[in-house]
DNA sequence: CGGCATCCACCGTGATACTG
DNA sequence: CAGTATCACGGTGGATGCCG
């Protein structure tokens, strides 16, 4: 017999499979991406370089400790620069740099896969959830 | 003066901003990529056909829950196909769609290029965090 | 103006157990 | 084999209040 429950090595392996994920540079893309205001960010900084504030108003629903965090894991990973100039008051300037501006294209490709197969995407679910009312059946609550 | 609170105002930005993103196709796409497995799952995929129970050994961490879940919603959004063979046991087969084929295309684009861009990242990380250790403040711990 | 620390609420995620 | 239902936990994001 094994040494192990199979939840023990369920469990083993999902510990094992998480490091791999995080060591994963697409997963680790992915996770960035996925940052709710990532995105919105690196578009809002693709048309050139903004304040703090600027930001806070194009990114309308942002609290400001997202819009610090975002920003801080941007400019850690090299994407964004961060120029602070001392006067009075205090005026902070973050703009792209060329690695960020290469995120921000495949961001324009996502953003071009989107629209393009978007209404493809709707009538699938359109679909599925017909179908699901006519069986009875629950299933997905219309999203997530 | 304004009938609102500054929080007030904001609260209702945010509302209204919410109720934007979730229009937008590209930020729908970026929500159904950064469900954690998704990604993974369209990969598995993307070689052939599968089986639930495959799946479960290819994705090694996942629950039972998280695998249906993940395949519903997918299968909702028209990216992959669910096919049920009524023999005994029960057997059902995934496979990509068109679209999901379309789909797994534009996740190779994001993973070409964060492995072709992943060294800088790392070493820009690197620098900030060799930066903000000598100045003494503690900054971000490590990563998120 | 820009930023950080603290506290708190929510929900996505996973474990567990049961069904056809 | 292929799920579904229930529960519990932890991390993430928001609100608030204080510094430079």
């Not at 709710?36 to 370089?49: C, F, H, M, N, Y």
């Not at 300037?93 to 290469?102: H, K, M, N, S």
């Not at 071009?112 to 179908?131: G, I, N, S």
Request: include cysteine.
């Amino acid at each position: 017999m094994p040494t192990m429950t199979a939840a023990q090595r369920r469990e083993q392996a999902r510990v094992e499979y998480d490091a791999f994920l995080r060591s994963c540079p697409t997963n680790q893309l992915l996770g960035r991406l996925s940052d709710k205001w990532v995105g919105l960010a690196v578009a809002a900084l693709s048309t050139g370089s903004l304040r703090y504030s600027d930001l806070a108003r194009k990114l309308a629903g942002i609290s400001p400790k997202m819009l610090t965090q975002t920003l801080r894991a941007l400019e850690r990973d090299g994407l964004v620069t961060r120029t602070v100039t001392p006067s009075v008051p205090v005026r902070v300037d973050y703009a792209l740099t060329p690695l960020g501006t290469g995120l921000a294209d495949l961001l324009k490709a996502v953003k071009r896969w989107a629209e393009t197969h978007f209404d493809e995407v709707r009538e699938a679910r359109e679909r599925y959830d017909a179908d699901s009312d006519t069986d009875g059946t629950a299933a997905v609550p219309a999203d997530r």
